[in-house]
């Protein structure tokens, strides 16, 4: 009844909410506190309420102040001011949140609308160039997923992918995460910050939070885009004429005629202009007691390859409940269904290596081949003069289809004891399944290989047309519970510890394969009815163990006066994973900072807005490392008597009981600042972390009876490097406002020691003609890792073949090299990265470009040395070989044979690439209804400045430095993409 007074007395109060540069506010939510009536500012920041004189309003919007204003009549104008203690300057630490001023670690936090306008399907690849000390070596297969190193690698045979954290929920990958629900990336990069994840925090954490209800009134977005890809490099190849005349130097011979009347770029008959789309819509709001958020999204992309197809759905939803005043419960639901048809990236290499002199169909129809008739032209009949595949033919007959549904969800219970002192209960699970299917069109396979083989030749006996179906799943959940207490005694004393338990399930992981023989072609994939053969089905059934984690943690968090700061982390972790004495493992760590810029003696300053010095060590934990699995050798025939033989079975491999995680141990110190009114900031940081138990792969002994290698801790490897980033906002009049900002990175990565002199050599990154690029062993010791072990090329002889460097510095022929001569000549990790952004707003116009950059990296020129016998060549090579007459070429005289692994194809790995330049223009209010409408046009990838005459330098294929990372054979080119969208709220 007393309010009733009140809301016949209110009259209509009007006005508009604007920032400090005058630029109107729309989505402001605006309150009568007295009589709890609210409304929302509209797309030009007006507002109109029911207001009393003498009421307060409270006007309340994400990224600004909170303000009261008190009704004095029929108009109100506000201004807000941007909040400097919102979620911007709030950094997630694991089981919590600290305010940046207060933090004592180094971490890099990064908001959805500093990554979100790079428009890409995978959330790592968007925030590339975003944090110094984070390299995001990213592919542009549709699906893949990124490799990501936080300062350096800290182990060889291990993973190295840091841990990510959505909503509570533990991943390894966050493929099936639309980066539009994303709200904020928070990374955590040194180990006084990661050791609250003890044993899998050594490789950095990523804690991602998605899109909550904010406002009072129901918001929905729709943001929708189409784009349009094609290959950001291509590689000049010989045409017909010119690989003829090659081809005959090689041999010899005049074999190949130099007036061909075909001349196919294979590239173009693979590729296709790729388009790719994305629709995302979302529905959010917020009351007293409740806030939610829902979003669906559809990703659909005909890759450039011809067939690659992919296609994501994502269904996401969140609420946070007000159950009382002391308790509130929030819920995550994160959904991801995809489709992919994937193609062999093989094909790349195919239509590399294949000669311009094949047709794609000889004019039977039938698929060219590489088979030359006596008139030099390529023939149905004849001699074959290589052994590549028609590449097209390879894309036709390669039939698969892959299907996967994720599911993740949380739940996280909060509970208020009393002040100061919250109970935190956290459920998380995530779901996995997938199945597949290969068909294997054997039989017309062996047909396009061989234009004069007919159906009759195939042996009918043969197991033919082969279909495999496998399926697979997985789950896995987490259960974690906390105390936080946080108190503020006498005004300068501010405390805050968190103590909690938590326990890691991961479920085995199951996968069923079978095959099946004699299927049709153009049949019903799924379905294994449609065969007729008698001969019996291969099956496979594979299952990885279970395996669980304990874990006790604790942090401690202590401010005194805003100026000396104080954090102290232990966590205990045990694991099933290993022997019972070597289960449990303690990860401590500390940090300490210093608001200078608080003391007094810098109170008066108007230059220094913010200074803070930190610095920290701690200890972390490994777990992603090689098991000891017992390996055995079966089929053994044994006599006992007489010729009686039985199969026998013998242990064929050592194992090491004391085999744990690797341990890693970092000291960082770091400085924090922003001068001029804050619109210069900036951190700096050093570190020197090692590993100081690295596993490797150990020979047995001699006299031990086995021969396979086991994983055994045999090894250091260090990282010590630097980060410095900096940024720079600004407005000019009151209109324009603008950013430059930059970071950049140095880490020096070693191999400092091998314990073992057992230790077994490994040799990766495979060519597949029997040679290999990399060496771990005793010998790279004091290198990086991931280096290429190779012949050091030098010059041409007298003939126009390659020479080469020996062990003692003199020039031999390839026939004088032995395997001594091959030496370390750099690696695949970079040295550096750094990234920049520059961006502005004018009005209703939005404008930003984002590069980056890496240096010191070496990449292998894999599929240039593929010419072993009658492949094509690049132009370059071509129009530039050795002759007696052209003894200063810059490559050697034609030759057909398998070229041995040297520098001659290793080159620079250093590019610099533009990432994204958006444009972007709000357009004035257009309807009641509609509160904001954007149109945008993106850039990705348009432009690269690179040293390496390849595809691209940015060779992350499997991520792993000791295999094929680094190495141009059968990669996927980066593309760029022009992109054009609109983004709608109601």
Known sequence: MMVLPLYILAQEVKGTVVDKGGMPLPGVTIRALQTDVNTVTDFDGNFTINAQNGQDLEFRMIGMKTSIQKVTGSILNVMLEDDETTLDDVVLIGYGTRKKVDNTASIVSLTSEEVNNRKVLNATQAIQGKAAGVQVSSSDVPGSSPSVVIRGLNTALGGRNPLYIVDGVPLGDVNNINSSDILTYDVLKDASALAIYGNRGANGVIIITTKAGTSEKMTVEYDGFVGFRSPLERIKMAGSNKFSRYSNIALGTTTFSQDQPTNTNWFDEITRTGVYSQNNISVSGASKSIKYFFSAGLYDEKAILNGLDYKRITLRNNNDIKISDRLSLKQTLNIGITESNPKPLSAFTNAYKQSPIVPVYFPSGKYGVSFVGEDGFASETGSSFNNVGNPVAQLDYFNEEQRYINLQAGLTLDYKIMDGLKYTSQFTASYNNWKSYNFNDTRNIWLSQDPTRTEELYDANAPINLLTKSRGENFDWNLANFLTYNKVFSDIHD????????????????????????????????????????????????????????????????????????????????????????????????????????????????????????????????????????????????????????????????????????????????????????????????????????????????????????????????????????????????????????????????????????????????????????????????????????????????????????????????????????????????????????????????????????????????????????????????????????????????????????????????????????????????????????????????????????????????????????????????????????????
């Open 495 to 986: 405390i805050e510890f968190t103590l909690g338990t938590e326990i890691n399930f991961y479920g085995s992981n199951e996968t069923l394969s079978a095959t099946r023989r004699d299927v049709p072609a153009n049949s019903n994939y799924w379905a294994f009815n449609f065969s007729t053969s008698n001969l019996s089905d291969a099956i496979s059934n594979t299952v990885l163990n279970e395996r669980r984690l304990l874990s006790y943690f604790g942090r401690a968090q202590y401010k005194l006066m805003d100026k000396y700061l104080i954090t102290a982390t232990l966590r205990r972790d045990g694991t099933s994973q290993y022997q019972t004495d070597y289960r449990w493992g303690h990860f401590p760590s500390f940090g300490l900072g210093w608001v200078v810029s608080n003391e007094s003696f810098l109170k008066d300053n108007t230059f220094l807005n913010f200074l803070k010095l930190r610095g920290g060590w701690g200890r972390l934990g490994n777990e992603r490392v090689p098991l000891n699995n017992q390996a055995f050798t079966s089929n053994l025939n044994s006599t006992l008597g007489g010729n009686i033989i039985y199969p026998g079975i013998t242990i064929n491999s050592q194992v090491d009981p004391s085999l744990s995680w690797e341990v890693i141990e970092e000291l960082s110190v770091g400085v924090d600042f922003s001068l001029i009114n804050s619109k210069l900031k900036g951190t700096f940081d050093i570190y020197d972390k090692s590993t100081t138990n690295l596993i490797l792969n150990v020979d047995s002994y001699l006299t031990a009876g086995t021969s396979q290698a086991s994983p055994g801790h045999v090894g250091e490897v260090t990282n010590k490097g630097v980060e410095f980033s900096l940024r720079w906002d600004d407005k000019i009049g009151e209109n324009f406002s603008y950013w430059v900002g930059g970071n950049i990175s140095s880490n020096k990565n070693n191999l400092e020691s091998i314990t073992n002199p057992n230790v077994s050599f490994f040799q990766g990154g495979v060519l597949g003609n029997g040679q290999y690029t990399k060496l771990l062993s005793f010998d790279a010791i004091d290198q990086p890792l991931g280096s290429f072990f190779l012949w050091e090329h030098a010059g041409f002889d007298e003939t126009g073949q390659m020479q080469f460097f020996n062990a003692d510095g003199d020039i031999v022929s390839e026939d004088q090299l032995t395997v001594d001569d091959r030496k370390f000549v750099g690696s695949v990790v970079p040295t550096s990265t750094y990234g920049i952004s520059v961006g502005a707003n004018y009005k209703n116009i939005d404008f930003s470009i984002d590069g980056y950059g890496t240096g010191g990296s070496k990449v292998y020129n894999g599929k240039k040395a593929q010419r072993f016998s009658g492949e094509n060549i690049e132009y370059d090579v071509a129009t530039d070989f050795w002759t007696p007459t052209n003894t200063s070429a810059a490559n050697p005289a034609p030759f057909n044979s398998v070229p041995v692994a040297s520098t001659y194809y290793l080159e620079s790995g250093d590019f610099f690439r533009i990432n994204n330049i958006t444009l972007g223009y709000t357009l004035p209010k257009i309807s009641e209804h509609i509160t904001s409408v954007r149109i945008y046009a993106n850039a990705i990838n348009p432009f690269i400045f690179q040293k390496f005459s390849g595809f691209s330098p940015e060779l992350n294929n499997d991520g792993d430095p000791y295999r094929s990372q680094g190495i141009e054979i059968d990669a996927y080119p980066t593309v760029k993409s022009f992109v054009f969208g609109v983004n709608l709220k109601f």
